[in-house]
């Protein structure tokens, strides 16, 4: 109902908003000037009933609980007045100064509804302040409100049988009926609004279809052409090939003089606006000489040791294993600008109010999954990050379904790194090897989900999900969110790239990693049949898979590739079923246990290998 | 082996909670064998007799399997409603407390006016301002009268 935006217009502080129940999963806190003096701001998730089994109502109850002498601020639904007066009659028997806002009272406007905010404020006994949060408009009503705030002055006392909620709930309702009815009108217009049979068309059997097709095209022709095609292109290519990394290897070699002359390469690039996977525009091309990583050194003049150790820097640096020239320009040039686009096209669909549309098309689906339709939400996020997703699956009811959720998560859902990755290595392999991976995918989805769901037990979360209306996306939101992902994000990868560039740097350096690829040869080669340097993308996946993934892209790329179409499938779909990354693992950890999240990593890795070479073997007999 | 009902109830507070959701301590050395279960609200703990709640249930699951005997002639379940029908809730049954609490916090309480807008591919209806989606199963609890 907009707490979050109410927050974030007191507080000034960046909140991730969302056009749909359940974004705010975590407390966030703030410090404020408020009428003169300083006050302490809590955004809690949202609840509808406080006595509620979920895990937002405890964390809610938690909250109230330990700050006793707190001010409450209930932000309501202006649509939903009878709802929201059942909170307030909730809240009321704590006898503690509260406030009520009435938000999102443009959408009550246009649906013709009026409501009698000074009768309204009468009946309750405490300040009623009208607002349209997402335009900061009523922010100063509210702060003048809380210098008012005092208990409801309202004498009620729900009957009924005690241990039953959802008694007093009724009676509770009653009563808010009957404020209702002195306080609220709703002349309905005879035309619903354009984004109302919006709404509808995308839940609707047939058309939802089509809406969703349509926008899955958008998707793909957005984060997999011009995010992973042209943008990474222009920026791996044109920027980090032709010029940065040539610029850092000689800067390197300014400050770390030993004798050695680096390869010239020739690198062309033509960047176009992509029409499909294999066509496009032409819109800028060029040609650089530039040096590369590989150098050679004088056979005649033997290093001294000085000269070695300034090598063994250098190489640190600028070798083929380099914190700038693998580290860096993975993470800066490839990923970075799948995760932009794709964080841009998700918050334009969170702000809609698409996702719980979705969530009633695909439900039946995920029904056969042992999951609710409701577990749509952290299942699209993870397209996005599958540790944030692992942290949403709180909206769920049931223990069940977090944990499906959270596996499936862990196993089958590609983040939108290596989400994009995939998409790139699958233009270098045919459509029907293509629809074999998403297949494949897929069913290992549904099937693993099955089989936890009835080993689990337990009962799936009911599907009674509240659908918000659609809405059109605001530019500033949108990019506000993206911005403080992105910020996430490259905190996050940023440090595990140069890591685990690092070791690999290392092992390479102590020889160990010949060893590692003697000792892996018989899995990678043997059984998924895959060429034995490939190893070392793996080695990496399991820090984060969507460098791996980076790896295996650049042996499946160039003129002369290492894989074949065949050995691209089975790399495909091996690093797809590893575990995202470490931090996911820890979140794993948080959220469900360090029991349960090494039995997940237990399961997932040897899985992803079992699959992986069934797909080897399999592919190979069947001749694809 | 012996059925277990996913929900359970406690005797002192009356809350409903799930079975996974009453792990007690971690180290405690009785935990296979112990019977008791801890209410995650109260912390008060009770036996659990698996049987006699299983009787329980089945006697009770008996009862709510034959449909009451409708307070109203006209009333049916939502399920056999087509989409964009108006109906008058009548009752929520044939479901555990906490779908039930759920439903009426969403304002679903007896005398509502509800709009079916939707059958498939999943039931949703439409409650004042409020649209809720919901399976089928749900649907087939909630007994409305059309008007």
Redesign the interface.
Known sequence: VGKSVVFKNLTGQRVIISNYPGTTVEVTRARTRLNGGEAELLDTPGV??L???SEDARVTREILAEHPGAVLLQVADA??L??AL?LTLQLAELRRPMVLVLNMMDE?WR?G?RIQVKKLSRILGIPVVRTIAVHNSGTDRIRQAIARARPPQLEFRPQGD?????ER??AR??RAGEILAETYTLVPPKQPPFSMRL??WA???FK?LLVLALLLAAVFWFVGLVGAGSLVNLLEVNLFQQRLSPLAIRGVDAVLPFPHVHDVERISSTISFPLTPAHGIPLYASTRDAIGTAYELDPAAPLTFWQEVLRFLHDFLVGEYGVITMAVSYALAIVLPIVTTFFLVFGVLEDSGYL?RL??????LF?MMGL??KAVLPMVLGLGCDTMATMTTRILD???DRLVTTLLLALAVPCSAQLGVLLAMMARISAAAATVWVVLILAVMFAVGWLTARIF???AS??????P?MRRPMLGNVLTKTFSRLEWYLKEILPLFVLGTAILFLLDRLGLLRVIAAIGRPLVAGWLGLPPETINAFLIGFMRRDFGAVYLLDASTGPDPLLNPHQILVAMVTITLFMPCVANLFMIAKEQGKKTALAMTAFIFPFAFVVGGLVHHVGRLVGL | MVERPAYLHCPMCGIEFERAGSVCERSCPISSACKTVRCPACDYEFPEDARSVTWVRRLFRRRNAVPRPPMDEQAVALDSLSAGEKAELLELSCMSGSRRNTLTVFGLTPGTVITLLQRSPSFVIRVGETELGLDREIAEGIYVKRV
């Open positions: 509808n009933d006595a509620q089994r649509k939903n009878r709802r059942l009550l649906r509804g005690l241990t039953k909620a959802y709930n009724q309702l009653a709404g509808f839940m609707h059997p939802g719980p969530s009633i098309m695909v439900n039946r029904r609710s339709g049931t223990r069940r037990g337990g009962e009911d599907f009674i999900l509240e659908i209306p």
